[in-house]
């Protein structure tokens, strides 16, 4: 038992996998801006709350500054990220309420695509 769950991964998996965190065809939950993987970190995150736990996502999955905001509009209690990405991070989460993160996050997960997401995400950090 523990008193919260733990979502993500970190640089080592993309990495070995060569992969592109925006390649919808690599299936692994380092995409943030991917439709299908926000629901399924909505989906985990509610399943943690539902038991009383918080959820917290480690690793740089978090590490796209401005991914941020849209995870913690998901319901993200907490997320660990490198020195280097910490502070954008915090400028994007200044810039926006709880309700607007929470709304960010509900305009995305009703787009199609990771480049719909991004341009979502990308038109609020202005």
Not at 28 to 48: F, S, T
């Amino acid at each position: 038992e523990v008193d919260f769950f733990s979502i993500g991964t970190n640089d080592l998996i993309q990495y070995t996998m060569a992969a592109d965190r925006m390649n919808e065809q690599v299936s692994y939950l380092y995409q943030p801006y991917n439709p299908a993987i926000l629901r399924l970190v909505k989906n985990v995150i509610d399943a943690a709350h539902a038991e009383g736990k918080w959820a917290g996502m480690c690793g740089e999955m978090a590490g796209d500054a401005g991914a941020i905001p849209l995870l913690l509009g998901l319901g993200l209690d907490e997320f660990s990220m490198s020195a280097t990405s910490i502070l954008p991070a915090r400028s994007q989460i200044a810039k926006l309420s709880a309700a607007e993160m929470k709304e960010l996050a509900a305009r995305a997960l009703q787009l199609g695509t990771a480049e719909e997401v991004a341009a979502l995400v990308q038109s609020i950090a202005q």
